[in-house]
């Protein structure tokens, strides 16, 4: 067992967090409060280099590996930006663009990867759809090929980035007859004809990512933009699942971290019957137990990258347990900490109560905790 | 960083679990149903096969302590069997631990071999009837008459007592001089003049584990641990330190037993034409248990990791990880009854004595109280206003 981080990967990791804290955190209340995404937000992560994080330094990227883009996304969250800002850089650089760059032919890599990983081209994915969620082998987008191309039907919503994005994959069924095996993934450009994207939803939180349906009219795609050939889209789907289990997940760690700073500064400068509330066990509980989320959040997150940086066998029922503790914890806590704020909490200018609201999202998105207990008790029962 | 087992750490994991499987659980459920007198020679003979397979060992490699073996055996030694874990600990680790720490190269040479081959059996008496986590309130005092030091006062619930053959007794040397300097640690052995056992005690769960009460009636000591008087607080507090990480790996072993006993029913058990678990009532406790049980593991080791290499901050990952893994494992032990049902109510059911031992993580050296005030102190100083 080795549990240290590199003197590098400290220093990466306390860099990201003071430019998140002093350079993005200041632009999140108010865009929060607006409920859209911020292209300032998004121009300061591309100007970091913070979008183009695991690609080669040929694609326009920084060659991280797995753990220290998990550090950004920890960093990040630690230094008060919020949860829809981490979506979306999320969402853009590992659904989108990674499943490309691990993926795509060299010229689908040269052609997307370096607009995406300098933040110039803004990417999502499209997996779910109204009627499929946790069930995505259900989908009924269509690809039916016409010459050279492929013609697609059928809708996405929930897509992360969707209302912004410049490259879409979206995920399409060529033969409903071979289920899973149909599944297809596409690189779709907007401007396209016959694809278009809803209004943006108002959520209940990680609200500066902008979100919404993705619609697909007699959608015409050539089949040079098949990623990963035809019939591999169920394989790139699941592993994506792996990359929400570490990077997308690591900004509710640090979201839980700023919590835990947010809290434990408050309590020893609030005064309540003469003394700071710190001198109370009950706030006292509670500041622990946020640090004990926090050590078996980020053991959870970080066991993850360190093995698929490793290339070790991932061990399914690990990564499983990063969502069904993490997301169901971490919401808790995050409630947890608006209570130790009491009124004030409640708020909207105290980043406790953005944090409550962000925190769900963890035990929804990519696979809800229910179906990582559902995956956890079927491997259990084999 | 690598969060697999080196070839050397599952070689350990391996043997102990196949060495346990084999001598150890057998004898479980006997240990908790038989006499007390039964139970302190079956411990005796289980400290002597682990220590004889060399077991005892680990957790005490070179010069200093090797907290990752300790919690890497020390699960499946708990697997087994808890109480006889929780023995073993307390010569092994408490006892031997302190005599390895802070003992005079004659006490090493004296006690240390036996203490590890388990040809002897050593304690660590600190707590009193009003002296738990506040050790400082101990009333056991020491006084020096020529060359031999005296003690005098009543020790609570001493683990290994009656079949200890030395105990380290915790006694105020110079009440004056306050805790952190005139508290000592002391070697008292077996038969000593002026030392008397208590009635053994009766336990919720942990039966078979020996443990009384020690009087103390101008007790006869061999010897002060160490040469230097007035470090005994800070020499215990060092080793219950550490030791956080044993109670989170004995309930992670406790874990381990109550998800593959209540796996195993949900498995086979049927109820309106499916096997239990496929029902997610079942299968998604079975699937907590696994989280809990999982991430409890990795926080033991994380903090054991961190003591090993002198990490800052390993003390609070040590109460952590102790105050998660025993919550955990009462959660688990809760669960693993609820998929049993009626079935595991009853004795000799496996789940209903591991419901019993799992509770006591959350008790013992340090309630989840005091965890969670040490927890919390260290990030609410971060921000301490500076005076």
């Not at chain 2, 903090?303 to 025993?326: R, Y």
Request: proline share 3%; aromatic share 8%; hydrophobic share 40%.
């Amino acid at each position: 067992m080795d549990f240290s981080l590199t003197q590098e990967q400290k220093m990466f990791r306390d860099t990201v967090y003071r430019y998140g804290r002093d350079e993005i955190a200041p632009l999140c209340e108010e865009a929060d409060l607006r409920g859209e995404f911020s292209f300032e937000i998004w121009q300061r992560l591309a100007s970091f280099g913070l979008l183009g994080l695991p690609f080669p330094e040929e694609l326009g990227g920084s060659g991280a590996d797995i753990l220290t883009c998990c550090l950004a996304g920890e960093a990040l969250g630690h230094g008060g930006v919020d949860g829809g800002s981490v979506l979306a850089w999320g969402a853009h650089t590992y659904l989108c663009a990674h499943n490309i760059y691990d993926f795509g032919t060299d010229e689908q890599k040269r052609k997307y990867v370096p607009g995406l990983a300098k933040g110039d081209l803004i990417g999502c994915m499209g997996l779910t759809e109204p009627g499929s969620g946790s069930d995505a082998a259900s989908m009924r987008t269509t690809a039916v090929r016409k010459g050279g191309s492929y013609v697609l039907n059928g809708s996405k919503t929930f897509i992360t980035n969707a209302p912004v994005a410049d490259i879409f994959v979206v995920f399409a069924n060529v033969d409903h007859a071979k289920k899973h095996e149909g599944i297809t993934a596409f690189i779709i450009e907007k401007g396209t004809p016959g694809l278009s994207t809803g209004k943006p939803f108002h959520k209940l939180g990680c609200r500066c990512s902008a979100t919404s349906e993705v619609f697909l009219e007699d959608c015409e795609v050539p089949e040079e933009n098949v990623l990963g050939g035809e019939g591999k889209g169920w394989f790139i789907a699941l592993n994506g699942v792996e990359w929400d289990r570490c990077t997308l997940l690591s900004p509710l760690l640090g979201a839980a971290m700023y919590n835990l700073d947010l809290c434990a500064r408050y309590a020893n400068e609030r005064q309540q019957f003469g003394r700071p509330i710190r001198a109370f066990q009950a706030v006292q509980h509670r500041i622990a137990d946020l640090r004990v989320f926090i050590e078996a959040c980020r053991l959870s997150v970080y066991r993850v990258a360190s093995a698929k940086d490793k290339g070790q066998m991932l061990n399914p029922l690990s990564a499983a347990v990063s969502k069904v503790y993490a997301g169901d914890k971490g919401f808790e806590m995050a409630s947890e900490a608006v209570q130790i704020f009491g009124g004030y909490g409640f708020m909207h200018e105290y980043p406790v109560e953005r944090n409550f609201r962000d925190a769900k999202l963890a035990a929804i998105g990519g696979g809800t905790s229910d179906i990582m207990r559902m995956i956890v008790s079927r491997i259990m029962m084999m | 960083m690598d969060y697999q087992y080196s070839p050397e750490e599952t070689k350990l994991q391996q043997d102990t679990a196949a060495f346990c499987a084999r001598e150890i659980a057998p004898r479980a459920a006997l240990l908790d149903t038989c006499p007390p007198e039964r139970a302190c020679a079956l411990m005796r003979e289980n400290l002597k096969a682990l220590g004889g397979a060399g077991i005892l060992k680990h957790g005490f490699t070179g010069e200093g302590l090797d907290m990752v073996g300790h919690c890497i055996a020390g699960e499946e030694i708990a697997k087994a069997c808890p109480a006889t874990f929780m023995s073993a600990r307390a010569s092994a680790f408490l006892c031997a631990g302190a005599i390895r720490l802070f003992g005079t190269d004659d006490q090493k040479d004296r006690w240390l071999a036996p203490l590890l081959d388990g040809e002897a059996v050593g304690a660590l008496a600190y707590s009193e009837e009003q002296a738990g986590t506040d050790m400082g309130a101990v009333a056991t005092s020491a006084v020096r008459v020529g060359d031999t030091w005296l003690l005098n006062g009543t020790k609570g619930i001493v683990v290994n007592a009656p079949i200890a053959d030395v105990i380290l007794v915790l006694a105020y040397t110079d009440r004056e001089a306050g805790k952190e300097g005139g508290m000592s640690l002391f070697l008292v052995e077996k038969g000593a003049e002026g030392l008397a056992l208590g009635r053994g005690v009766e336990t919720l769960g942990l039966r078979g584990l020996p443990a009384s009460s020690l009087t103390l009636d101008g007790c006869v000591a061999s010897g002060l641990l160490g040469d230097v008087q007035g470090q005994g607080f800070g020499q215990a507090g060092r080793l219950l330190s550490l030791g956080t990480v044993g109670i989170a790996a004995l309930c992670v072993g406790i874990g381990t037993a109550c998800m593959e006993l209540s796996t195993n029913h949900a498995r086979t058990r049927t109820a309106f034409g499916k096997r239990i678990g496929m029902y997610q009532d079942v299968g998604f406790k079975l699937a907590d248990m696994f989280a809990y049980n999982d991430l409890g593991r990795v926080m033991a080791l994380r903090a054991a990791w961190a003591m090993d290499t002198g990490e800052p901050g390993a003390e609070v990952l040590g109460a952590c990880a102790k105050l998660f893994a025993s919550e955990g494992v009462t959660k688990i032990a809760n669960w693993g009854m609820q998929v049993f049902a009626g079935h595991g109510y009853l004795a000799g059911s496996g789940i209903e004595k591991l419901f019993r031992d799992a509770k006591f993580g959350e008790i013992c050296e340090g309630t989840s109280e005091m965890q969670r005030q040490l927890i919390a102190k260290a990030d609410l100083d971060r921000f301490a206003p500076v005076r």
